[in-house]
Every structure is written in C-alpha cells, then in structure tokens.
C-alpha cells in the first residue's frame, strides 16, 4: 500500500512539474484527446479571451481558431500525429463575444501517452515588445504588403484606398492589459476583413492601424465595423474614440521606389500627428516625401560642414595579456552640448544616397585627429566605421582616396570596419575595393559577423583582418547551441587566418567562454566603456585578465 501511495506522489509531482515546464514559456495548457477533443485545460483562458476552462473542456479546440486559421491548424495537428512535436505555430483564437486573440501554439505527443499536450502563450502587442527592446517593425511589413497590392491593382485596372485609424483618444483604464491586447488584436482581424484580399491591414503603432480597402467601402462602413466590436467590451469598461482619414492610392505613373517613399512617409507622417494629417492622394505624398527628402539633405550637409561630428573611444583587448589591439571610434553628433547617435540619420542618409559623404566626413576627422599626437598616441590604432552602402558608390571611394592620400603617415595605424555587411551583393568588386585599401596600409574588419554561408562567403572571398562576431551570438554562449555557433566561427576565423573579436563581453563568465573556443580578443564593458577621451595613452587592462585567470604572465604587461 505504501509503495502505490509513494508511486501515486511521484507521479503527482511528474505532473506538477510537467505543468510548471509548460507554464514557464507560456499561458495555457491543454490536453487534447486522439479525436481531438479538449480533455483537460488549465491557465488564464478566461482573462485572455473570456472562456473558461469548463467552456473548453468536452469541445474541440479547432472550434475556436479564427476561419482564417483553420487550414493552418489542421495541417499543424496532423503533424504533431505523424512527429509528435510541433513548434511555435501563431494562430487567433475566437474567444467569448467574438474577442480575438493572437496566441504562439507549441505542443508534444508522448509515444506512451493516448493524447497529446498543447501550451499556449500570448503574442505580446507591439507596445510591449518595444518596451523590452525588441525590433518589431509593422510600418515595414505593411508597407511592403500595400506596393504588392498596388502592384496588383494596377495589373487589374483597380483603384484602392488606405484608410488610417487612430485610437489614441480611447479610454481603456478599464480593462486588464491582457484584455485591452485582445481588444486591439480583434480590431485587426475587423479590418482584415475588409481588406483587400482579406489580409491588407496593419497595426502601425501601440493603438495606430492602417488598411488597404477597395473604395466601396466608406469610411462609416469602416468606422462602423470597429465600434461595433468595441461595443463587445461593453458595460463601460472601454471608451473607443476613432479617427480616421482616407487616402486615394492612384499612384499616377509613380516608380516602385516613390510609391514606397511615399507610403513610408503618409504613415510616418500620421504617427506623428494624425490630428494635422492632411494628405489625400499617393501623389501628394510622394510629392511631400520628395521636398521633405531634400530639405533633410541639405541640413545633413550643413551638419557636415558645421564639423558636429565627435567620437567615442573604446578598446578591443587581447584576453590573454591584457594589451589592446585597437580603439574603436563610435560616431557621434554634437548638438546643443548633446550627443546623439547616428541611428536616426543613417537609414535615411543610405536611403537618399549620401551615405557616402558623411562616411568621408567621419575617415577625415579621425585621420586629422591621429595627426595630433597629443591627442591621439602614435601607438593607437582606431579601427572606424564605414557602410558598404558607400563602398559600392564610385564617388565615395574617389572621395575616401583624396582623404587618404592626404593622410598617407597614419594609414598604418587605421582599420576600416565594414558595417551592413549582410548588404553586400557584390562580393567580386567589394574584394577588389578592399584590396585596393590595403595595398594603402589600411587594415580591414568586418563589423557584426554572423554564422552560415553568408558569413562563409565573405570570410573566403574578402581580404580581411578582422572579424568582429555578432553579439547575438556572444550573449547566447552560455547556452550549449550558442556556445557551438561561436566555436565554428571561431575555428573558421583561425583556419582563414582572420583575428576574431568578441562583441559586448561585460562579465568573467562571457570573457572565458569565447577564451574557452579560441578567440583572444574582446571589446565591451568588462575592459571598458566608450569614452569621449581620445587614447592619449595606451593603457594596458592587465587587472580585468588577471581577475579572470586568463592571464599570460610572460606576455602581460603593466606600462
């Protein structure tokens, strides 16, 4: 009796432990039956879509996936059958009162078990991924959604209309983020429905939507739609204010490039104040988009000339002696005694084609700076950024050569570190650039390597010297699959005769993790932060390798 009661526990705690696995990554757990029916459902349904665990239980899941859904969903069941393993599948779930609610479905089918176990985890909004720092860009999917639309209407003789809608105004303090999310989620899926294609709507911003419709379809009958699902969340608990304002998207002859530029800049625009937004026709912004484009260039060049470029040091150091290999000098824009980065100015400067100049600007003022050695030791080297976007463009490298040979002393001591390089298209005429700049003297580094064959191509194919590896992959090495990403980059780097540089090592642990797969060098703030002094001084961080034990005594040095 006491075995089968120790037995009955241990399977107790196997399952409580299974259902604390599962809820770790996620918000419901369910168990589904050979024919597919909900056997067991346990979580925060109800708070999510308002459907309790006794509504789920005795029914088939499929009655809740959204129609739009249901093929996806059989296809993924089927394969949990055949494999017993499904993975990360999205999908909308119906919930009471037509509530909608974006959910990532994984599940398992134990060979010794009659069903199978599903978890489900809420898709967090877009406002919640930009508050963890995630790059979750719709502006981007749903403007490239709407060219392919254009593209097809324009084929068919069809003219749409995109519709913004702005919610801001809204009152929603009284409903659960989780509700609140659902609430959003389903508004989506409204103007879905009467999209083009069923599938042309898109959340812009945290309460921001745009959609592409055909023009039969009014604004009221729009406006109608939304406030009829708000009315689902009844009882007071919502307040839904809607704006809304129609644009005609007759593109008038406009290239695919305008029509993107002029797309990017009507949402843009309404983003940033809907309620001054006055463009009604694709042709007025792209018009709008043009002037504003060249204003924007013209003050970039004044900002070039007006020398507000700065920098900020940081070492690269050898791991094992503690000397540094080089400084890296980050670019950055002095502004009412403030630096700003150039983030917000690079997309825009490649988009508009220069790029180019303000990568001469910045080779010009470092190569002035390390002219100085009173500035800059003789002994420092500085590795700078440059864009492949400039390395293709003939006028930035008949620029960069006058800058060069004006400073032919100090291209010994510089290292050009190529950023963007998953851009690089052309890899025959980027070899014969970079080569052409190390017959100079200049080193060559290629910034944010990462792992497969496109990381293999360029290591092959380019003439370089560096490699700094990407530090996605450096902040997942204490993970076993990380850890062997590393190592395969490291080895390749060492079989081609490339030095390999660790990205933002901040801790003991990170730093003998990439010693422990061979690489020797680092950069980040274990050694030190970027610092707006220049490197009067070699320092040597012979400390910061002791303190890990990595130190090579008959190398270290404490000058």
């Known amino acids: 009796m006491a075995d089968e009661s120790d037995l009955v526990d241990k399977l107790r705690q196997q399952r409580d432990r299974f259902i604390a696995f599962a809820f770790a990554g996620a918000d419901m757990l369910v168990e589904m039956r050979d024919n597919d029916i909900i056997g067991y459902s346990a979580g925060a349904g109800e708070a999510l879509h308002g459907l309790t665990d006794r509504d789920l239980v005795g029914r088939p899941l499929k009655d809740f996936v959204h129609p739009r859904d249901q093929k996806l969903?059989?296809?993924?069941?089927?394969?949990?059958?055949?494999?017993?393993?499904?993975?990360?599948?999205?999908?909308?779930?119906?919930?009471?009162?037509?509530?909608?609610?974006?959910?990532?479905?994984?599940?398992?089918?134990?060979?010794?078990?009659?069903?199978?176990?599903?978890?489900?985890?809420?898709?967090?909004?877009?406002?919640?991924?930009?508050?963890?720092?995630?790059?979750?860009?719709?502006?981007t999917r749903f403007v490239e959604t709407m060219r392919q639309r254009l593209n097809d209407a324009n084929r068919a003789g069809q003219a749409l209309t995109l519709t913004l809608v702005d919610l801001s105004a809204s009152d929603f303090s009284g409903l659960d983020p989780a509700i609140t999310q659902n609430l959003l989620t389903t508004l989506h899926h409204a103007l879905d429905g009467i999209s083009v294609d069923g599938a042309s709507a898109g959340h812009l911003g945290e309460r921001t939507f745009g959609v592409l419709h055909h023009p039969d379809t009014t604004p009221h009958v729009l406006e109608e739609n939304l406030m009829r699902v708000g009315r689902k969340f009844a009882d007071g608990r919502v307040g839904l204010k809607l704006k809304s304002n129609s644009v005609a998207m007759k593109d008038s002859g406009l290239s695919s490039d305008d029509v993107t530029k002029a797309l990017t800049y009507i949402i843009n625009s309404y983003l940033r104040d809907s309620t001054q937004f006055a463009i009604t026709t694709l042709a007025e912004g792209a018009q709008i988009a043009l002037e504003d484009s060249l204003i924007r260039v013209k003050n970039f060049r004044k900002m070039l000339r007006q020398d507000k470029l700065t920098f900020l040091y940081q070492p690269a150091i050898n791991i094992r002696t503690g000397a540094p290999l080089n400084y890296e000098a980050f670019t950055r824009i002095d502004h009412n005694n403030a630096l700003f980065t150039p983030a917000q100015i690079l997309p825009f400067a490649a988009e508009a084609g220069v790029i180019g100049e303000m990568d001469v600007a910045v080779c010009r003022k470092i190569l002035s700076l390390m002219s100085d050695p009173k500035l800059i030791s003789p002994l420092a080297h500085i590795a700078l950024n440059i864009s492949a976007h400039s390395l293709v463009n003939p006028i930035f490298f008949r620029n960069l050569q006058q800058v060069l040979k004006e400073h032919q002393p100090r291209l010994g001591r510089l290292i050009l570190e190529i950023t963007d390089v998953a851009t690089i298209s052309n890899l025959d005429d980027t070899r014969r650039l970079l080569t052409r700049l190390r017959s100079q003297g200049i080193r060559i580094s290629l910034d944010d390597l990462g792992a497969g064959s496109a990381a293999i191509d360029l290591l092959r194919t380019l003439p370089v010297d560096f490699a700094k590896v990407d530090h996605h992959y450096i902040a997942e090495a204490n993970t076993p699959k990380g850890l062997a990403v590393i190592r395969a980059i490291a080895s390749l780097c060492r079989e081609l005769g490339v030095v390999a540089i660790a990205e933002r090592v901040e801790d003991v642990k990170t730093l003998a993790l990439i010693a422990d797969v061979g690489i020797d060098y680092a950069q980040g703030y274990y050694f030190d932060k970027p610092t707006a002094e220049p490197p009067q001084k070699v320092r040597y961080y012979t400390e910061q390798v002791e303190r890990a034990g990595l130190a090579t005594p008959s190398l270290a040095s404490t000058a």
């Open 73 to 139: 969903f059989e296809d993924a069941i089927q394969r949990l059958h055949n494999s017993g393993r499904l993975d990360q599948l999205t999908i909308s779930l119906i919930g009471r009162d037509e509530v909608v609610s974006r959910m990532r479905l994984s599940g398992i089918r134990l060979p010794q078990m009659t069903c199978s176990h599903l978890v489900l985890g809420r898709i967090p909004t877009m406002a919640d991924n930009e508050a963890q720092g995630r790059n979750v860009d719709g502006k």
